[in-house]
């Protein structure tokens, strides 16, 4: 008897064990799937339970695609293992360390209220749910315009798969600059997933080149997301 979806995270659990990433990837790409090992699915269901145990609407922030020193590592979006254990209270047993993006995420989610706050208004995603390297390095979906023609098809299905629930779509949010904000605001006007997408600028930029005016960007962050 198939299990009937009631919360988010009978959604998102569901949603993370059937994704089919094209087995192929151009140019010496690879995949960065870090669900795809049992103990990290232990953590992200752990994640999911936690803070989505319940059906209310969560409006949707979309990054580019994991990286591999956050949700690569953690299967969490914009977490690496110190923000899952200081602010989530969740244990990470394969190793520690940070990320600048989850750095800036999680005092942002800070400033907003906390993680039960933030995670019961909000589901931080990416355009592409996996993310990707090439020879050891981060690689973004935009990057390489034949590695954007093959995943397309996996973005648009699994953003219709992540919205078939109780998502609010008034409107998303395009976390990482310019080329992500036009990528994915391109394909809400042929899909009409959201209202519309409001552009955030990208936290490792903020926290590499502007970490001097953090908090002016913590502050566009929240101008944007609070109603």
């Known amino acids: 008897m198939k299990h009937e979806i009631q919360t ?3 959604h998102l659990i569901s949603w993370y064990r059937n994704l089919q990433p094209p087995q192929a990837l ?7 799937h870090p669900q795809k090992d049992p103990q ?22 979309l990054g580019i695609n994991p990286g591999r020193f956050g949700a690569g590592v953690t299967g969490v979006n914009f977490t690496a293992a110190r923000q899952l254990e200081e602010y989530c209270g969740i244990p990470y047993p394969l190793g520690k360390g940070s990320e600048l993006s989850a750095e800036f995420i999680y005092d942002m989610i800070n400033a907003y209220g906390g993680v039960e706050k933030f995670y019961g208004d909000f589901f931080i995603s990416s355009v592409s749910p996996l993310g990707f390297v090439r020879h050891g390095k981060n690689l973004n979906y935009y990057d390489d315009k034949e590695l954007t023609r093959t995943v397309e098809p996996f973005i648009i299905h699994n953003l219709d798969r992540l919205l078939d629930y109780h998502a609010d779509r008034s409107e998303a949010y395009a976390i990482g600059g310019e080329k992500n904000f036009k990528y994915i605001d391109a394909l809400n006007r042929k899909h009409g997933w959201f209202g ?13 080149y502007r970490r001097k005016q953090k908090d002016q960007f913590i502050r566009q962050y929240l101008q944007a997301i609070i109603k």
Request: net charge positive.
């Open 26 to 32: 151009p140019n010496d790409i690879s995949w960065l």
């Open 196 to 208: 519309k997408v409001v552009p955030l600028p990208h936290p490792r930029f903020i926290m590499q």
């Open 40 to 61: 990290v699915f232990k953590i992200v269901e752990l994640f999911f339970h936690k803070f989505y145990d319940d059906a209310r609407p969560r409006r949707l922030m």
């Open 8 to 10: 988010w995270a009978d």
